[in-house]
């Protein structure tokens, strides 16, 4: 229980209304008008999606290696199973490299997805793997490595300099303006796991400029930045996230009884919950154990991720397998490149819950 201190002391300060400093009150959502938008939207279910055929964000969105024929066949996939949702990240130096073809790669994927019955979440800023992004030709995946070719957005030291924010205020507006009364986008994540790869309160300036940047565009889809970390070291994230979403994410990846606490805990808010990262088998987070727990808590389900592909997460943070083979047990991932599932009963499991009213 002691890791879950800091997450608790956010929530007495939320209630209490200490360090409004950090609460960017301008157009937040109230909770009323964030509990009516979740009332009128189906059970949130689906996974975090990029194709197989792309080892980041920018081999997804640049313009020599966007890949719709894939894009098209893998949401086939999920629609199938009953996903009605996908995470999908971008990337501002795909956008810095060509803003109107990156934008035109956008519009053609939310086209692919309300093909097949699927809403997404975008996601704006990401602090997780690799601190140097770069345009143009990215690498080869390394074998049995998990994310190898992961790139942070905008990137270490990009993020904490703040002789970067215009340009970055630029893109953000752009992007959230073009796209902000558009039906086939459901919720902007604004940043993911902010304070990650060593950065912790180093991320604080750039998260809230883009909850700022955000709210002055004022899209008719809700903020969010969702809690992830649990320490003290992110305290002072945790505050600017929790005080500022329109409604509640989190990412958890252990088993159901550390998850119910996180559950309980962020119910506090009184605002509607989506889990935008969930499942890693080998750590006993499993479709099995936790999607129906998720189901009864009216919680969203987001799972990481959906084809095994060229970001080889279906091996574990942190333990290669330097041969490449595939793992005992996979970490990620619901289908192969063929579309045929990991688990059968996994899948079963998946339209089961997701047909439910």
Same mark, same amino acid.
């Given at each position: 229980?002691?890791?879950?201190?800091?997450?608790?002391?956010?929530?007495? $300060?939320?209630?209490?209304?200490?360090?409004?400093?950090?609460?960017?009150?301008? #157009?937040?959502?109230?909770?009323?008008?964030?509990?009516?938008?979740?009332?009128? *939207?189906?059970?949130? $279910?689906?996974? *975090?999606?990029?194709?197989?055929?792309?080892? *980041?964000?920018?081999?997804?969105?640049? %313009?020599?290696?966007?890949?719709?024929?894939?894009?098209?066949?893998?949401?086939?996939?999920?629609?199938?199973?009953?996903?009605?949702?996908?995470?999908?990240?971008?990337?501002?130096?795909?956008? /810095?490299?060509?803003?109107?073809?990156?934008?035109?790669?956008?519009?053609?994927?939310?086209?692919?997805?309300?093909?097949?019955?699927?809403?997404?979440?975008?996601?704006?800023?990401?602090?997780?793997?690799?601190?140097?992004?770069?345009?143009?030709?990215?690498?080869?995946?390394?074998?049995?490595?998990?994310?190898?070719?992961?790139?942070?957005?905008?990137?270490?030291?990009?993020?904490?300099?703040?002789? #970067?924010?215009?340009?970055?205020?630029?893109?953000?507006?752009?992007?959230?303006?073009?796209?902000?009364?558009? /039906?086939?986008?459901?919720?902007?994540?604004?940043?993911?796991?902010?304070?990650?790869?060593?950065?912790?309160?180093?991320?604080?300036?750039?998260?809230?400029?883009?909850?700022?940047?955000?709210?002055?565009? #004022?899209?008719?889809?809700?903020?969010?930045?969702?809690?992830?970390?649990?320490?003290?070291?992110?305290?002072?994230?945790?505050? $600017?996230?929790?005080?500022?979403?329109?409604?509640?994410?989190?990412?958890?990846?252990?088993?159901?009884?550390?998850? %119910?606490?996180?559950?309980?805990?962020?119910?506090?808010?009184?605002?509607?919950?989506?889990?935008?990262?969930?499942?890693?088998?080998?750590?006993?987070?499993?479709?099995?154990?936790?999607?129906?727990?998720?189901?009864?808590?009216?919680?969203?389900? $987001?799972?990481?991720?959906?084809?095994?592909?060229?970001?080889?997460?279906?091996?574990?943070?942190?333990?290669?397998?330097? *041969?490449?083979?595939?793992?005992? %047990?996979?970490?990620?991932?619901?289908?192969?490149?063929?579309?045929?599932?990991?688990?059968?009963? %996994?899948?079963?499991?998946?339209?089961?819950?997701?047909?439910?009213?």
């Amino acid at each position: 229980m002691k890791k879950y201190f800091t997450i608790l002391t956010v929530i007495l $300060i939320v209630s209490s209304g200490f360090s409004q400093e950090k609460n960017i009150k301008n #157009n937040k959502w109230t909770i009323e008008k964030a509990t009516n938008w979740y009332n009128a *939207n189906q059970w949130i $279910i689906g996974a *975090n999606f990029v194709p197989s055929t792309a080892i *980041n964000q920018l081999e997804m969105w640049q %313009e020599n290696s966007f890949d719709a024929a894939t894009i098209d066949r893998e949401l086939q996939y999920a629609q199938e199973i009953g996903f009605n949702t996908m995470r999908v990240y971008l990337h501002s130096l795909a956008y /810095k490299a060509d803003p109107k073809g990156f934008k035109k790669r956008v519009n053609n994927y939310l086209q692919l997805a309300n093909k097949h019955n699927i809403k997404t979440i975008l996601v704006i800023f990401d602090d997780v793997w690799d601190k140097s992004p770069k345009i143009g030709k990215q690498p080869e995946p390394k074998p049995g490595t998990h994310n190898s070719g992961w790139v942070q957005d905008p990137g270490d030291p990009a993020s904490r300099e703040v002789s #970067n924010f215009p340009e970055l205020e630029i893109y953000v507006k752009d992007i959230i303006g073009t796209f902000k009364d558009d /039906k086939r986008v459901l919720i902007w994540d604004l940043y993911n796991e902010p304070g990650n790869s060593d950065k912790f309160s180093a991320s604080v300036p750039l998260l809230e400029k883009v909850f700022v940047w955000a709210r002055e565009v #004022n899209p008719s889809q809700p903020l969010t930045a969702g809690i992830w970390q649990w320490s003290k070291k992110f305290q002072e994230v945790n505050v $600017i996230q929790a005080l500022n979403s329109d409604i509640i994410t989190y990412h958890h990846y252990g088993e159901p009884k550390d998850h %119910e606490v996180v559950i309980n805990l962020l119910k506090t808010h009184g605002r509607p919950m989506i889990c935008t990262e969930y499942m890693a088998r080998t750590r006993n987070s499993r479709f099995s154990n936790i999607l129906p727990l998720l189901k009864n808590e009216k919680i969203g389900a $987001i799972n990481w991720g959906l084809v095994a592909g060229k970001s080889n997460t279906i091996y574990e943070w942190d333990k290669p397998v330097e *041969n490449g083979a595939e793992p005992v %047990e996979w970490f990620h991932d619901v289908f192969r490149k063929d579309g045929t599932p990991y688990k059968q009963e %996994e899948v079963d499991l998946i339209k089961k819950l997701s047909s439910e009213k």
